[in-house]
């Protein structure tokens, strides 16, 4: 099969050729038809996440068609169309597991980190972990759901009833976020970076009520924000725009250093948190809930070749929505 390979950190993905893998009992094998890509894999490109497998396939937005199930595994048909998230496996005895938590399992695997994920025509998962994908999106158009649009839907329960919230940072995750946002009644500021009107106009079609730069204020204070930017800064910058009582959650894998700050812009019963990874039931909540709200993503496709350029993208900030690669064919 193709793939895009990651040898070594700080290094550019390499196209090669790999033996088609096949699936082991529980497993299915899927053709891959498109797969998202995601900050965090910039992240593990760049070694800022230490720890993974080497060489490896990236890739954690898969969407694909089962071609074939490993022994046991009895959930999907062939031709069934299925999307492949983050969360790869968890080992359903820890504390975490336990008490409905495995986003924090201790031995959980990760697709495209710790197992080989969507950058290739052909992907193993198990089939417990994987998604059926709501029949109104197109191959490219679901695939920033299963992280972008999946992590953003667990930070934003983190909010609780929240109704004017920040979005730091407007790219894959909080242009569908703010859909949903606006979809419950929410208002929506959005906070770029300074000067980047296009991505403050893309925040404004999208129901956002105001946006500009995030080294500001909003012209009201908000109630609790979400920060996506890598930018450790900004949960600091989103406390000095907060009312009493917002929590300001990050909800990246990795971000530079917070800088220090006065506590006085942390009292007043503010929070500062983080959210981490995913569980299977925020998958299945969130993909039932993007068709009937009508959550449209944007999105940038370029072929798997080039894969290396839609990174550039991505880290570029000047993406409107998500970068997807295009792999096979259709998967339906
Ligand atoms: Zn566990
Ligand atoms: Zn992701």
Same mark, same amino acid.
């Given at each position: 099969?193709?793939?895009?390979?990651?040898?070594?950190?700080? +290094?550019?993905?390499?196209?090669?050729?790999?033996?088609?893998?096949?699936?082991?009992?529980? +497993?299915?094998?899927?053709?891959?038809?498109?797969?998202?890509?995601?900050?965090?894999?910039?992240?593990?490109?760049?070694?800022?996440?230490?720890?993974?497998?080497?060489?490896?396939?990236?890739?954690?937005?898969?969407?694909?068609?089962?071609?074939?199930?490993?022994?046991?595994?009895?959930?999907?048909?062939?031709?069934?169309?299925?999307?492949?998230?983050?969360?790869?496996?968890?080992?359903?005895?820890?504390?975490?597991?336990?008490?409905?938590?495995?986003?924090?399992?201790?031995?959980?695997?990760?697709?495209?980190?710790?197992?080989?994920?969507?950058?290739?025509?052909?992907?193993?998962?198990?089939?417990?972990?994987?998604?059926?994908?709501?029949?109104?999106?197109?191959?490219?158009?679901?695939?920033?759901?299963?992280?972008?649009?999946?992590?953003?839907?667990?930070?934003?329960?983190?909010?609780?009833?929240?109704?004017?919230?920040?979005l730091?940072?407007f790219?894959?995750?909080?242009?569908?976020?703010?859909?949903?946002?606006?979809?419950?009644?929410?208002?929506?500021f959005a906070f770029t970076?300074?000067?980047?009107?296009?991505?403050?106009?893309?925040a404004?079609?999208?129901?956002a009520?105001?946006a500009?730069?995030?080294?500001?204020?909003?012209?009201?204070?908000?109630?609790?924000?979400?920060?996506?930017?890598?930018?450790?800064?900004?949960?600091?910058?989103?406390?000095?725009?907060?009312?009493?009582?917002?929590?300001?959650?990050?909800?990246?894998?990795?971000?530079?250093?917070?800088?220090?700050?006065?506590?006085?812009?942390?009292?007043?019963?503010?929070?500062?948190?983080?959210?981490?990874?995913?569980?299977?039931?925020?998958?299945?909540?969130?993909?039932?809930?993007?068709?009937?709200?009508?959550?449209?993503?944007?999105?940038?496709?370029?072929?798997?070749?080039?894969?290396?350029?839609?990174?550039?993208?991505?880290?570029?900030?000047?993406?409107?929505?998500?970068?997807?690669?295009?792999?096979?064919?259709?998967?339906?």
């Amino acid at each position: 099969m193709r793939a895009m390979l990651l040898e070594h950190a700080r +290094q550019r993905l390499r196209r090669v050729e790999l033996a088609d893998p096949e699936p082991g009992p529980g +497993q299915v094998l899927i053709s891959v038809a498109a797969c998202g890509v995601c900050r965090t894999d910039l992240h593990i490109l760049d070694g800022e996440l230490s720890d993974p497998k080497l060489p490896l396939v990236p890739g954690h937005q898969i969407v694909g068609a089962v071609v074939e199930a490993g022994e046991g595994a009895e959930r999907f048909a062939p031709g069934d169309r299925v999307g492949v998230p983050w969360l790869g496996w968890t080992c359903g005895e820890c504390r975490y597991c336990a008490s409905g938590r495995e986003n924090l399992c201790d031995r959980a695997r990760f697709t495209g980190y710790d197992i080989d994920g969507g950058y290739a025509e052909l992907a193993l998962a198990d089939e417990r972990f994987c998604f059926p994908i709501p029949e109104s999106y197109s191959d490219e158009q679901a695939a920033p759901l299963l992280c972008a649009g999946l992590i953003g839907y667990r930070a934003l329960r983190f909010l609780g009833d929240a109704e004017r919230i920040g979005l730091y940072g407007f790219g894959s995750a909080a242009h569908i976020l703010c859909q949903v946002a606006v979809h419950q009644g929410r208002r929506v500021f959005a906070f770029t970076r300074p000067g980047d009107g296009a991505t403050q106009a893309f925040a404004r079609e999208l129901g956002a009520e105001w946006a500009g730069s995030s080294d500001g204020p909003a012209p009201e204070e908000i109630d609790g924000a979400i920060v996506f930017a890598a930018v450790g800064a900004l949960m600091p910058a989103a406390l000095r725009a907060s009312a009493k009582g917002a929590r300001i959650i990050s909800a990246g894998i990795h971000m530079s250093d917070i800088p220090a700050f006065p506590y006085e812009i942390l009292w007043g019963e503010r929070v500062l948190g983080s959210v981490a990874n995913l569980t299977r039931q925020d998958g299945e909540e969130f993909l039932q809930l993007a068709p009937r709200v009508g959550v449209r993503t944007a999105v940038e496709v370029h072929p798997l070749e080039d894969a290396n350029e839609a990174i550039d993208s991505v880290r570029s900030g000047r993406l409107r929505g998500s970068a997807v690669l295009r792999v096979g064919g259709p998967a339906r």
